[in-house]
């Protein structure tokens, strides 16, 4: 929820985006090579990928130059290339025999794990028993919960049985991969519901990462219960166990809520879990009514019959709480005269992360015409412009504009706000434009444009912009200081 999206303020070396294709040279004779980029970190390599893709560099030339990374003698390179093709997807079909190779050959785990969770996206059906093969037989722990995650992009019921053969794994963590790609191929996934049930006892735990070296445990038995409600109405069988679940005296609340979420996505009588998700939602712990919010959230519209009980919370002490509240509101697909002036309230709230959750709410449900809203985003910025976390908000911001009034008409509207805006006001215009995702060449038309009438305060802060997407590669060549 809290992911920090720092294009605006990423400043990509020249010598990283250089990258030569086929020997060949592009945009103005400048020679261009991801071989640097490989170099550095992932998102390195991500962000110059990205960059070429959105500049009109082909993917056939993309995936032809990662391709060439995958037999690096560096490991690391393989397995940074493995996963940039993975994030092409489909167009990156020509690699995908290659990368079925690395996962079954290659001497590191994580460059196995990185190319069969590729091969995944990328192959499809057309690889599930490759990937399942790994999912059985590799050495590797990481490699092996990788292979049942990367079975999930298959969509189809043949990874069913690798799946369910990965419930005997000796390692939680695989197992917990393959209950988790059960989840999302929800319907299709109905012959493991039997399985499923009999891992409701389960006292295993995984361990869920915050970052490489930060971790903590998770009870299986909570990815167990919300994959029997993402399976759906086909669940059915498992409905006389959720329902022994909420009847117990001493239960966990965090399987409680997921039991009555997953009872409510499962069965036509839904009044029994919303019982008790409301009962939760009153509780004076923070924790529990976070997750249930969270709960909430992820039912959307059959949650919608609480619409008022989450309304409530946007006066929560916790902020934690009231943020979850907002975006949960949003879910349910409730669009009254309360809903909005909550979430009007809540975009004043003094805290900027709930602000951004309102944010991003009102983009979803907020009538025609939409001026208003786009004046109380921006006003929500401006706000909040001496934050820390002003760039997430910025990026909430930028993404709400593009989901409620599309690309032209947002531009148009912060050019506006440009042109009779103080000092403070345009230079967050200027902030705002950079999350609107214009092509590069675009954007830099866009703020020369806007120099002309730039207060002189504001000069540096749009040249600087400029500079800074100047690097970009498809500029080289192309415009001159």
Known sequence: MFVLRWRSIIILNLSLILFAVNGNTLYGGT?????????????????????????????????????ELLVSCD???????????????????????????????????????????????????????????????????????????????????????????????QDDDVRAAAVGSLAQLGSLAVASVPSLVALLETNAFRQSRISTDVSYSVPLRYDVIETLGAIGPSAEFAVPYLKEILEADEIDAGV????????????????????????????????????TLTTLGALGRLAAPLSDLLVSCFEDEDVIVRSSAVSAVAETGVVNDQVLDALHKALLDPDIIVAGSAISALAKVVPSPRQSFLDRAFGASYRHREDPLVEWLRGQVGEAMLIAVGQDAALHYLRSRFSGGTKAEQAEAVQLISW????????????RDLLGSAMTDVHGAIRERIDMLRDLPSLMGGLGK
């Open 31 to 67: 020679p261009l090579s991801l071989q640097k980029a490989a170099a550095g970190d992932y998102y390195s390599l991500q962000r110059v990928v990205q960059a070429l893709r959105r500049n009109g560099v082909p993917d056939k030339q993309i995936v032809k130059s990662l391709s």
């Open 75 to 169: 490991s690391s390179v393989r397995r940074k290339a493995a996963l940039s093709l993975k994030e092409i997807g489909n167009s990156a079909k020509p690699a995908v025999g290659r990368l079925a190779d690395l996962a079954l050959e290659d001497s590191e785990p994580r460059v196995r794990a990185a190319a069969v969770l590729a091969v995944g996206t990328i192959g499809g059906q057309d690889y599930v028993h490759r990937i399942g093969n790994v999912l059985l037989c590799d050495e590797s722990v990481h490699v092996r919960a990788a292979a049942a995650s990367a079975l999930a992009s298959a969509s189809t019921r043949d990874v069913v049985p690798y799946l369910l053969a990965a419930f005997h794994d």
């Open 256 to 291: 409680r809520l997921r039991a009555a979420g997953a009872l409510i996505q499962i069965s036509e009588n839904t009044q029994l879990g919303l019982t008790v998700l409301g009962e939760m939602l009153k509780q004076e712990n923070v924790k529990v009514k976070a997750d």
């Open 436 to 447: 609107l995702e214009l092509p590069t060449y675009y954007e830099i038309c866009v703020l």
